[in-house]
């Protein structure tokens, strides 16, 4: 008895590690991030720096990945891309998340007409092919990383308020909150303290996945000459240049391509190890 | 179930109308104009020729008239004039590119479900096995893979590499003049790669939802009384669990047919495929207002529909509903 742990979030913790697969998702997205901000520490190459006469030389010692067509570090190039990509990938989920919640906390909270009001919005909001409606967007604003963050968080907060709404349906009907109204707390408290922290645990789930959506999106967006400008690498956009130099320079191609699967896989992996863990039929 | 039918019939109304003004909004609120594109590389375009360009697409009208006029249009299933050169009208647009796209996706379509829901199935059966791990690791492949990246790269190796498969369009130059059943094969083989890659994107959401579906099926307690009176563990599985299992995959469908006309506008743009991504994705480079908006409310319209019809179905595939509700 002694030695399990006692709280909710150390049993957690224990669950979800123990599941090998997505620990190793969950170690490969810290090593990912430490990379990241250490970018300049681990090259010695400047990710914008031309180099005419080390031009498209294949993976060797001094380049890893090789070089591009303008003699940039393709590794360099890519750990400083991952900056993009992890930036992208939290920032947009987080205004989904914020968006999601707000929604899902007021319609499941006050129902009657509020609440099929902002269900309609959901439901209307769901129809659209998130892609083409973020193309719309994206293809008409001037290219910036924040518009594409923004817009992908605007279009992707539907899941999370349906999500919410229903937790919270079926935790504003609980003893707990009902002993809380009794003693004269405000809705505001209610919904804050009481029920959003007893919500979230699903929203996790759907926010980890989120991310690795949002990694995808935006590589596409750069690939396709509207997401990430260059010079500032991006996955995406080095993809873009790697096309037209497959038949001379797989490399170009080949990692930046690897290091969006094993990313996108690695959030995939942790969301599901989350819900597992979570997962009360489990214990 | 008429009074069911009856209220969700009665809602398609507002929330069509909600499309349309997303739609719109979303459009008229970004910034910049199409007429700036068409003039922007001419010096020569002066102010008033400016005007009249904005006066002979209805531009200069203030926001809600626009979308008032619009929205009349529309009712009549009028989507406008695209605003490119050609000018022609937004539907015949739309509709010379739908069989293209819908016959590519069909097919996908029926080969996500042919593989998808054995793979879910034998995972669910053998759950926690290295067979259910392998096929979880497979599936995700599948499912993280950037679909741009993977198409580049089978079209480099057996495309370019091994020269086996064609790399773009859907027919051979010259192939118009081949016997019927020449031509076919010509198409077949433009349609491998796209179709194999789009199918192995998409075989783990209904893969995973089918083995979720089924391991709970299959902790119920009918199949463990079919199992304590000595039925045999096949027809458990197969007669029993999956009967049960099925019936969530009819909303699975339906939301699935909405994209059948759809289309990915990254694929139609790397295999070079005349279907409706390539066009919308031509329309939103070229500020094609009328073009743009017409695709996204056909899009939003069909899943509303294609929503409405797989709750249709289930309700009548499930007893507990028709019964119940209604």
Request: hydrophobic fraction near 35%; proline fraction near 20%; avoid cysteine.
């Given at each position: 008895m002694s030695n399990s742990p006692s709280t909710p979030l150390a049993q957690f913790w224990e669950r979800f590690i123990s599941n090998r697969i997505a620990a190793v998702g969950f170690a490969v997205i810290v090593a990912l991030f430490v990379i990241s901000l250490c970018a300049s520490f681990i090259t010695?190459?400047?990710?914008d720096a031309l180099d005419a006469w080390h031009v498209?030389?294949?993976?060797?010692?001094?380049h890893w990945f090789g070089t591009d067509e303008l003699g940039r570090d393709v590794f360099t190039r890519v750990i400083f891309g991952a900056r993009v990509s992890l930036k992208v990938g939290f920032v947009a989920v987080g205004i989904a998340v914020v968006i999601g919640t707000v929604i899902g906390l007021v319609a499941g909270f006050y129902g009657g007409l509020i609440d099929s009001l902002l269900m309609r919005l959901v439901d209307i909001m769901l129809c659209f092919p998130t892609f083409f409606l973020i193309l719309a967007v994206i293809a008409m604003l001037e290219p910036s990383i924040w518009y594409i963050m923004v817009i992908i968080g605007l279009t992707g907060w539907m899941g999370v308020a349906r999500l919410v709404r229903a937790e919270v349906l079926s935790l504003k009907s609980r003893d707990f909150v009902l002993a809380a109204r009794v003693l004269g707390a405000s809705d505001k408290r209610i919904i804050f303290r009481h029920i959003l922290p007893n919500a979230l645990s699903p929203v996790l789930v759907s926010a980890t996945l989120g991310v690795a959506g949002a990694i995808l999106t935006e590589s596409a967006l750069s690939f396709l000459g509207i997401g990430v400008q260059p010079p500032t690498p991006s996955w995406g956009n080095i993809l873009t240049s790697g096309k037209d130099y497959i038949e001379f320079a797989w490399w170009l191609s080949l990692f930046p391509g690897v290091a969006i699967l094993v990313t996108v896989l690695s959030y995939n992996l942790v969301g599901e190890g989350i819900r597992d863990a979570l997962d009360p039929r489990r214990q | 179930m008429t009074k069911y039918l009856a209220k969700r019939i009665a809602m398609l109304f507002p929330l069509l109308i909600g499309i349309t003004l997303i739609t719109f909004l979303v459009i008229h609120l970004?910034?910049?104009?199409?007429v700036d594109m068409a003039?922007?590389?001419?010096?020569?375009?002066?102010a008033a020729s400016r005007q009249r360009m904005r006066e002979f697409y209805g531009l200069d009208k203030p926001l809600h008239v626009q979308y008032v006029r619009w929205l009349g249009h529309l009712a009549h299933f009028d989507f406008g004039?695209?605003?490119?050169?050609?000018?022609?009208p937004v539907t015949d647009k739309i509709v010379e590119r739908i069989p293209v796209t819908l016959s590519l996706n069909v097919i996908a379509l029926i080969l996500e479900f042919c593989l998808a829901m054995p793979i879910g199935i034998i995972a669910a059966v053998n759950r926690d096995t290295p067979l259910d791990r392998a096929i979880s690791v497979f599936v995700f492949l599948g499912f993280a893979v950037p679909t741009f990246w993977l198409a580049l790269l089978c079209m480099y190796l057996f495309?370019?590499?091994?020269?086996?498969?064609?790399?773009?369009?859907?027919h051979t130059l010259g192939?118009?003049?081949?016997?019927a059943l020449l031509r076919l094969w010509d198409l077949a083989k433009h349609l491998i790669l796209p179709i194999s890659i789009a199918t192995f994107g998409s075989l783990a959401g209904l893969s995973r939802y089918m083995r979720s579906t089924m391991l709970e099926v299959l902790s119920q307690d009918y199949i463990t009384s079919a199992r304590a009176k000595g039925v045999k563990e096949r027809v458990v599985i197969y007669k029993h669990a999956l009967k049960n299992a099925l019936l969530p995959v009819i909303t699975l469908l339906g939301f699935s047919l909405p994209g059948l006309i759809g289309g990915s506008v990254i694929f139609e743009t790397i295999f070079s495929i005349p279907g409706m991504g390539q066009l919308f994705y031509q329309g939103v480079m070229a500020r094609d207002y009328p073009l743009v908006m017409g695709i996204l409310v056909m899009g939003a319209g069909l899943t509303l529909v294609g929503n409405l019809l797989a709750d249709i179905c289930y309700a009548f595939a499930d007893p507990r509903i028709r019964h119940g509700r209604g």
């Open positions: 010695p190459y400047d990710p498209l030389l294949p993976p060797s010692g001094a | 970004a910034p910049g104009e199409p003039t922007a590389m001419s010096p020569k375009v002066t004039r695209s605003f490119a050169p050609d000018h022609r495309g370019v590499k091994l020269s086996w498969l064609p790399i773009s369009g859907l192939s118009d003049k081949l016997p």
